[in-house]
């Protein structure tokens, strides 16, 4: 099984930046898809980023211009560098990677979550 770990989340003001990482127990050069998510407080999780193994990318068009995602499969390790951000960005934060084989879990694996807050 694959272990996500994120970190990077904290408070910031509007305008600024935060860098996310999350990094993989395992090698993830298997895995197609990784992507980050988000959920703020009485909504639905939503997609805010994906990346596949060939470096597509695919971003919430809210974010788009402002967030970039980035794998680096030699370090396991994927990135969501945030900049300019809103206080409607103000989420918990998962990062995921999809399923590869039949034993993995079919909504694949998910992190613990990190919290990301902008203040006005």
């Known amino acids: 099984q694959v272990q996500l770990v994120e970190s990077g989340g904290g408070l910031v003001q509007a305008g600024g930046s935060l860098r996310l990482s999350c990094a993989a127990s395992?090698?993830?050069?298997?895995?197609?898809?990784m992507a980050w998510y988000r959920q703020a407080p009485g909504k639905q999780r939503e997609l805010v980023a994906s990346?596949?193994?060939?470096?597509?990318?695919n971003y919430k068009d809210s974010v788009k211009g402002r967030f970039t995602i980035s794998r680096d499969n030699a370090d396991n390790i994927i990135h969501l560098q945030m900049n300019s951000l809103k206080p409607e960005d103000t989420a918990v934060y998962y990062c995921?990677?999809?399923?590869?084989?039949?034993?993995?879990?079919?909504?694949?694996?998910w992190g613990q979550g990190t919290q990301v807050t902008v203040s006005s």
């Open positions: 995921t990677a999809e399923p590869v084989y039949d034993s993995d879990p079919p909504n694949g694996y």
């Open positions: 395992e090698n993830i050069f298997r895995i197609n898809t």
């Open positions: 990346i596949t193994s060939g470096g597509r990318t």
